[in-house]
């Protein structure tokens, strides 16, 4: 037995040996130094997928996703991109939607994080939030995405309450050539994209793109199909040029059309009280963008930018159409030599027409189109106190909005280097969350009870806009800490307490016999009477193990502290925890994998609060590039069990598990 | 369920077969590693016009970049250039540019380099960047990896224009582009 045992452990010695002797590379530094430039000319260089951190001297809880790690985790979707980011919670409702915030208050209408695409906001007034499966880039043109925890309100502006998304696309000029991608697989039954970008003239260049998808349906717990298939097109283009010297000009667009199937349970007066059935929710919807940049000089610029967006979508509960008009100017300069300012100004128009089945006599909205108007500026000023060493940043947003009226969003923080391999910051912060169309406007019924004997009437629970509701609002205190003090290790810690107050509250009025239906009602009104406070913090480390093995590990924890009874905060796991390997074997072979694990959480919805499970889940990504430009891959995603749960909606639709899932995919350039 | 032996030989064989694959990778060099000795060289050939920096004092290197980048350039910190001791700076802002001789700039929006290029131009400080379009923009030394190998560029006219001297032995290897700054 001892003797059996031992032979494998030298059978990991002898080969630990050889795996750290392998290891020891050429490119010890000191004796390249020593090279003459001919030699160095001559010699063959590698580059390795290593991690930035681009955003180190912000004082900020930010984390990138490069389109590198996009890649390589194999995402096939925004959200799947986001889930490498630590802080976030990325959840999948089902097949096509999504609920993700940061710093907890997690749904599928989760209001508290704001997300922009080239700086146009994706997030609806409509129900405050973001509609995730209508939102969607070319993933090989996204040049990186900046997620930022905790407010970014006095920049960013209203609902940055928790946190920010910038998903920033590549420039036309590194975006050239054309790009062919097709795969399929179990879940992901086919998708295919086809880019091609040129140069137009000496100063201008442009790229246009059509992507689409087919993804299977999910399962219910019984194992039954969820009905949740659908697909997606999408086309778009970019053009960039430069205008003379100083000025540049961007011009983008995009449009998309999607159908995806949803099984859908509506409550009813009439027995069995709820009506289930199958619909496909169709949304198309486009956008059209216009950006002039201007430099003065290295410090001093200004941009102007507009856009246009519309969407609409189509389910039998509701039908939505909106157009959005917006322009923003913003303005930067250098003043006495240590204040960098930054101001700028803005307006939005927002035209939405919304139809509210009405059927069952207890949905209602007040009225059916709204026009809105939103006036924001704001200043910032960077103040250099010591030079390369501390930075003082304060400003604030002031906007008018017709639904809250006027906000005041300030912050302030403070960047401290007091050597080069450590980065201090501290900040404090106000934002808020503005109310939505259906917080203001908008009445559900939210499910009707049997009745609980015979003879007594059926309970139908509504919910009632008020059209008084006030922004939610957040004082945030953060700190954060960043070192390379190890080699090859980067550590980014963060710490915050939010201090939220007039949360949204569900107030339950007395029960009221309304003979028109023969029911009895339970009215329900949103107001903003919760205060809670949540704390806690993350910690994301990358690890250069050797060139070729890199090591992310991230960790988040969040605890909440709510003061109500009758209103649940903590609806995002208390902790949740990824690590990732990525393995470059060869410089024409990836082995990548991820490992993720939510801890348990609670979903409030219409029928109360429930637990989902905790999991762990894994994907692996095999990559080959038998050529310099082909790349056949090759992704295994939630692979640990047949399917899990992750969310579950707050209303509308019946859980729905994941399901493992696995894909192959050719990458073409050319 | 995994025996701890049989996750042990496991582990032993995926190592095993990592290390017999790798191979490849010990005759290459990473390429951030070379970018900052190859600037260490480039400081080496070049020689500055006597008011830019006294005697004494040593050649600052200015390196804007992300932290890989910085950390890149720490190797060469406190080496010899000719008879000066190199002075890395690792610069958080684009600020007090007059106190470096190289400037070292990594990525940067293109909206922000011409500028900044152009503000530089008569200035007897070395820009290094790290392809064809920092040089398009008024740039003067260029490192690109091209087909495997780093390929260096410099363009004469911006470096004449500063007054900078650069070994002809160093443009021998290069890559010259005399490209004067296009200006609409």
């Known amino acids: 037995m001892d003797q059996k045992k031992k032979r494998p452990n030298q059978f990991l010695q002898a080969s630990l040996l050889c795996f750290t002797y392998s290891s020891i590379t050429y490119s010890g530094q000191n004796e390249l130094i020593n090279l003459s430039v001919e030699d160095l000319l001559n010699i063959e260089v590698v580059s390795v997928a290593k991690k930035a951190k681009s955003l180190n001297d912000s004082p900020a809880a930010i984390f990138v996703i490069t389109q590198d790690d996009i890649k390589r985790i194999g995402a096939t979707s925004v959200p799947e991109a986001l889930r490498l980011a630590p802080g976030l919670d990325v959840a999948r409702i089902d097949s096509n939607k999504w609920a993700i915030s940061a710093r907890g208050f997690n749904g599928r209408f989760a209001n508290k994080l704001l997300v922009l695409i080239d700086g146009r906001s994706i997030y609806t007034r409509a129900f405050a939030g973001v509609y995730w499966e209508n939102q969607d880039v070319m993933l090989e043109d996204i040049e990186r995405i900046e997620v930022i925890r905790g407010p970014g309100a006095t920049l960013w502006g209203a609902n940055a309450v928790n946190g920010v998304i910038n998903i920033i696309t590549k420039h036309s000029a590194d975006s050239q050539g054309g790009l062919l991608i097709a795969g399929g697989g179990t879940e992901e039954l086919g998708f295919g994209a086809f880019r091609y970008g040129r140069q137009l003239s000496a100063d201008t260049t442009a790229r246009a793109y059509i992507r689409g998808f087919k993804r299977a349906e999910n399962v219910r717990q019984s194992g039954d199909g969820a009905g949740d298939d659908g697909d997606k097109v999408q086309g778009g283009f970019r053009l960039d040029s430069q205008l003379s010297a100083q000025d540049s000009l961007t011009v983008q667009g995009d449009a998309y059309r999607s159908e995806n199937n949803q099984n859908t349970v509506l409550p009813q007066r009439p027995p069995p009280y709820q009506n289930d059935f199958n619909e496909t929710i169709d949304a198309f919807g486009g956008n059209l963008l216009i950006r002039q940049h201007h430099s003065f000089s290295s410090v001093s610029d200004y941009s102007i930018q507009a856009y246009y967006d519309f969407y609409e979508r189509n389910e039998y509960f509701l039908k939505e159409s909106r157009h959005t008009i917006d322009i923003d100017f913003q303005h930067r300069f250098a003043l006495l030599d240590w204040n960098d300012m930054i101001w700028g100004a803005g307006y939005r128009y927002s035209h939405d027409d919304t139809y509210i089945n009405d059927k069952n006599g207890f949905n209602k909205i007040r009225s059916s189109s709204r026009n809105d108007q939103l006036f924001s500026a704001f200043v910032q000023d960077e103040i250099t106190l010591i030079n390369d060493t501390l930075w003082l940043t304060v400003g604030s947003k002031f906007e008018h909005n017709d639904y809250s009226g006027f906000e005041a969003q300030p912050t302030a923080r403070l960047m401290w280097v007091p050597h080069r391999q450590h980065r201090l910051w501290g900040a404090v912060s106000r934002a808020v969350r503005t109310p939505s169309r259906l917080d203001h406007d908008v009445d559900i019924l939210g499910r009707v009870l049997p009745p609980q004997s015979p003879g007594t009437p059926p309970v139908a629970v509504t919910f009632k806009a008020n059209p008084q509701f006030d922004s939610e609002q957040v004082i945030s205190y953060e700190l954060g800490y960043r070192t390379t003090i190890i080699d090859n290790v980067s550590i980014d810690f963060t710490a915050f307490y939010n201090d939220y107050s007039s949360l949204i509250t569900v107030q339950t009025g007395s029960p009221i016999f309304n003979p028109a239906k023969g029911t009895m009602d339970l009215p329900n009104t949103f107001t903003n009477s919760t205060k809670g406070q949540t704390y806690g913090g993350e910690i994301a480390t990358v690890w250069q193990m050797l060139d070729w093995w890199r090591w992310d590990v991230n960790y988040s924890l969040l605890k909440t502290v709510s003061e109500s009874q009758n209103h649940t905060l903590d609806k995002s796991p208390q902790q949740s925890a990824s690590v990732r390997s990525l393995i470059t074997l060869r410089q024409d072979f990836d082995i990548d994998i991820l490992f993720r694990y939510a801890d348990s959480n609670k979903t409030v919805s219409i029928a109360g609060t429930t637990t989902v499970n905790d999991y762990v889940s894994m994907d692996i990504r095999l990559a080959w590039r038998p050529i310099r430009d082909l790349e056949i891959s090759l992704v295994g995603q939630n692979l640990l069990t047949d399917r899990h749960l992750e969310y579950k909606q707050e209303f509308i639709t019946k859980p729905t598990e994941i399901k493992r899932g696995m894909y192959g995919k050719l990458v073409w350039n050319f | ?184």
């Open chain 2, 1 to 184: 369920m995994l025996t701890t032996k049989k996750t042990l030989s496991l582990i032993a064989f995926l190592l095993l077969f990592l290390s017999g694959l790798n191979q490849a990778w010990s005759r290459s060099v990473e390429k951030q590693t070379v970018l900052a000795v190859l600037t260490l060289n480039i400081a080496r050939f070049t020689s500055w016009p006597e008011p830019a920096f006294n005697a004494e004092a040593p050649l600052n290197l200015c390196v804007f970049g992300d932290n890989i980048v910085q950390q890149s350039f720490e190797a060469i910190d406190n080496k010899k250039a000719n008879n000066k001791t190199i002075h890395i700076i690792n610069l958080s802002r684009l600020r007090n540019l007059d106190r470096c001789q190289l400037l070292y700039l990594s990525k940067l929006d293109r909206s922000r380099l011409k500028p900044l290029l152009m503000e530089l131009k008569t200035r007897p400080v070395l820009t290094v960047g790290e392809n064809m379009e920092f040089l398009k923009a008024g740039g003067m030394v260029g490192l690109e990896k091209i087909n495997g190998k780093m390929q260096l560029s410099i363009n004469l006219h911006a470096v004449k224009q500063s007054k900078l001297v650069i070994s002809s032995r160093l443009l021998k290897l290069a890559n010259i582009v005399d490209l004067p700054a296009r200006v609409h």
